[in-house]
């Protein structure tokens, strides 16, 4: 009786178990987006590609006239073996020229089991009239290509994972190790067809290898983050709360308290605000907020800074458009500089306007004192301008644009409308 489709399946029950298990696990942790699972899926579909060929060579064993089909069969698993190897390794290097040259050991593996150019008496194997396999005179080498990729993967596991050199290196030659001994015990005849299932396990191992390899990668990228995050907020802190402003306004307060109790009451209430403000952005770093929020943060720095002088500053406010969202502590700084360093020195001759309006794809704040000019590249001004346009950026791909001359000084905000966070 001929044996039938299950006794095939039955012969290559391991790899196919094999196969199909470690499809499920990569396609069922598809959310983790490991970079190489592209690569590790063609692997799969090479792997499949050499199981079918091992049935299709059982069935076509059976059958003198089928020496044909176990020729092109056997043939397309030598010619697979390689590349199978090579796909790892390939996974391992951006490069495009390396990844080039990686390549090529397999393709020419490819011409050789073809015979390209055909020569008859140099042959990697061939199949009698009666369907007997007999190595040929080059049998080995599509086993020496085997051999070349497992120690490029051990090579470039190294030079990749330069901070999981041990990890690489376990992983690497433990894959060269089990591969190697069964290519060896399979050329000199020990064991037969088992090369497909200890293939498979090496995908398994390199899987799990990619896997682990690249999610310590993201945690660690993760802690960098956090404490670059923190160390932001630090000089958030340090800029936007200044030891100088908050010994003036307390000097400002304790003489307002002898002199004038109701008006101190209102800059303690002003300052209380304004520091609440401040931390509040530090606290909730990743919330835009309510343009009029920054605006009355605004209008609190200048009322403490009024406090202690005997006019009021000329502050104009045309908020022509305030329903819209900004990243914290971006409009404050920039009164801010033209408050102390812009107008400081006019005093009632100084004046500042602060324009909100909406464009077709934009809202636009600016700020405009007609102080003295600033370089906003010099180290006094450099840091705090750019952290705004650094915050801009982050919040909402929203920029800064400075003109500053003698007459002045304009200092303009772009949100764009579709880039606002709630």
């Not at 692997?43 to 060579?57: D, G």
């Not at 040929?136 to 051999?147: M, R, Y």
Request: net charge negative; aromatic share 10%; proline share 3%.
């Amino acid at each position: 009786m001929n044996p039938s489709i299950i006794d095939y399946i039955a012969g290559n029950y391991i790899s196919l178990i094999l196969l199909v298990g470690l499809t499920v696990i990569i396609t069922l942790n598809k959310d983790a987006k490991i970079p190489a699972v592209g690569s590790v899926y063609l692997i799969l579909l090479l792997a499949f590609a050499v199981i079918v060929s091992e049935m299709v060579t059982e069935w076509a064993s059976e059958e003198m006239s089928r020496v044909s089909v176990n020729y092109a069969m056997t043939a397309l698993r030598y010619i697979l073996y390689p590349f199978i190897i090579a796909l790892e390794v390939f996974v391992l290097t951006k490069s495009r020229l390396h990844r080039m040259l990686i390549l090529i050991p397999a393709v020419i593996n490819a011409l050789v089991v073809l015979r390209l150019p055909r020569i008859d008496s140099v042959a990697v194997f061939r199949y009698s009239e009666k369907n007997y396999f007999i190595s040929g005179n080059l049998h080995f080498f599509p086993f020496a290509v085997n051999i070349l990729y497992l120690i490029l993967l051990v090579v470039f596991s190294y030079t990749q994972f330069k901070e999981h050199k041990r990890f690489s290196v376990v992983v690497s030659v433990s894959i060269i190790t089990i591969t190697g001994v069964t290519m060896i015990l399979e050329y000199e005849n020990v064991i037969t067809d088992m090369l497909t299932e200890i293939t498979l396990i090496d995908i398994y191992i390199y899987y799990f290898y990619l896997t682990t390899i690249y999610r310590n990668q993201v945690h660690r990228k993760m802690l960098e983050k956090e404490r670059e995050l923190s160390k932001s907020k630090i000089r958030l802190m340090q800029e936007q709360i200044s030891p100088h402003f908050m010994y003036n306004a307390l000097a400002i307060i304790k003489s307002l308290v002898r002199e004038n109790p109701e008006q101190a009451s209102e800059t303690i209430d002003d300052f209380s605000t304004y520091l609440r403000q401040n931390i509040s952005a530090l606290r909730h770093n990743e919330n835009m907020i309510p343009f009029t929020a920054e605006l009355e943060h605004i209008k609190a720095l200048q009322r403490i800074h009024e406090a202690g002088l005997e006019s009021k500053t000329n502050i104009i406010y045309d908020v022509r458009e305030s329903g819209f969202r900004v990243p914290p502590l971006t409009i404050e700084p920039l009164f801010e500089n033209a408050l102390i360093h812009g107008i400081g020195e006019k005093r009632e001759a100084g004046v500042i306007q602060i324009i909100s309006d909406a464009a077709d794809d934009h809202y636009i704040v600016s700020v405009i004192d007609n102080g003295r000019g600033f370089d906003a590249n010099s180290e006094s001004f450099g840091d705090g301008i750019n952290n705004v346009r650094q915050r801009l950026k982050h919040f909402c791909g929203g920029t800064l644009d400075i003109q500053s001359g003698e007459e002045g000084t304009t200092a303009t905000v772009y949100i764009p409308k579709n880039g606002e966070k709630a």
